[in-house]
């Protein structure tokens, strides 16, 4: 008879690990605490022993804390000029704002659903990318959709060809740690004097499997993605506040 071999599968380990860890880190604080008679070496010596394992995701939440309550409301520095009926000049979103294409070309259809989207706060019109995938690549094209009366007849255009006054520029910006999180930044600019009204950001947290709880407490790729941060953004807050509302 073979003999009987029981296998326990890592996710069931998972969790009594982890609970075990956490209840050693208590206990060793603990004891730091009744030799020093102190909170504070308590709390110190709880963080540092659960830093061993989890300093990455502590880190990556106050980040998100950050971002969230520091930098979310303060990136707007002005606002911009619109007319007597609430709408800006004019807008190039160009390789930030990506129409997916499903022919060669935008449809009058597709045109007609952009247009109903933007003429409500855009007097004259947007400038877009469009972007079509075939053969195993992706192919942009700026595309500029006249709006309100302009769509109709843009001769009443001084220059059908003038830049759009105010445009959205996309960079990335260096991280401080990149192992813990990765920024774009995008400026709204007056393209006219050169300011930058507002800027906004997407922050995003990369995942590794090459930490010590990988190897000791069965953190596998699954359970880095389980407990991973979603990005973070105020682009559209920002966007709203200063084209829409």
Same mark, same amino acid.
């Given at each position: 008879?073979?003999? %009987?071999?029981? =296998?326990?599968?890592?996710?069931? @380990?998972?969790?009594?690990? $982890?609970?075990?860890?956490?209840? %050693? ?5 603990f004891l730091f605490f009744r030799l020093f008679?102190? /909170?504070? =070496?308590? %709390?110190?010596?709880?963080?540092? %022993? @659960? ?8 880190? #990556?939440?106050?980040?998100? $804390?950050?971002?969230?309550?520091? #930098? !979310? /409301?303060? &990136? ?14 004019? @807008?190039? *979103? /160009? ?6 294409? *499903? ?12 247009? #109903? ?11 877009? *990318? ?10 942009? $094209? ?8 302009y769509k109709y007849d843009n001769s009443f ?5 003038? !830049? ?34 507002? &800027? ?10 090459? #930490? ?8 596998? +790729? ?14 559209? &807050? =920002?966007?709203? +506040?200063?084209?829409?509302?």
């Open positions: 008879m073979p003999p %009987f071999e029981l =296998v326990v599968p890592e996710s069931f @380990l998972f969790i009594p690990a $982890n609970l075990s860890y956490i209840s %050693f880190c208590f206990f060793i604080s008679k102190s /909170s504070i =070496v308590f %709390f110190l010596a709880l963080l540092g %022993f @659960l830093s061993l394992m989890y300093s990455d995701l502590i880190f #990556k939440y106050a980040i998100k $804390n950050y971002y969230e309550i520091v #930098k !979310k /409301s303060r &990136t707007i520095y002005s606002y911009p000029i619109k007319n007597e009926d609430g709408k800006i000049d004019s @807008l190039s *979103t /160009s390789r930030v704002y990506n129409y997916p294409l *499903t022919k060669s070309s935008l449809s009058q259809n597709e045109k007609d659903e952009i247009t #109903k989207l933007h003429e409500l706060y855009i007097d004259k019109f947007i400038d877009i *990318t469009t972007v079509r995938y075939r053969y195993n690549k992706y192919f942009y $094209n700026d595309k500029r959709i006249f709006l309100n009366v255009l001084e220059d059908a060809n003038q !830049k759009a006054k105010y445009t959205i520029r996309k960079e990335y910006k260096e991280s401080l740690y990149p192992s813990l999180y990765s920024e774009y930044e995008y400026k709204f600019i007056d393209t006219w004097t050169n300011d930058i009204l507002a &800027t906004a950001y997407i922050v995003s947290f990369p995942i590794s499997t090459n #930490k010590l709880r990988n190897r000791f407490l069965y953190w596998t +790729k699954e359970k880095e993605l389980e407990f991973s941060l979603n990005s973070i953004q105020n682009f559209d &807050t =920002v966007y709203k +506040k200063l084209f829409i509302d």
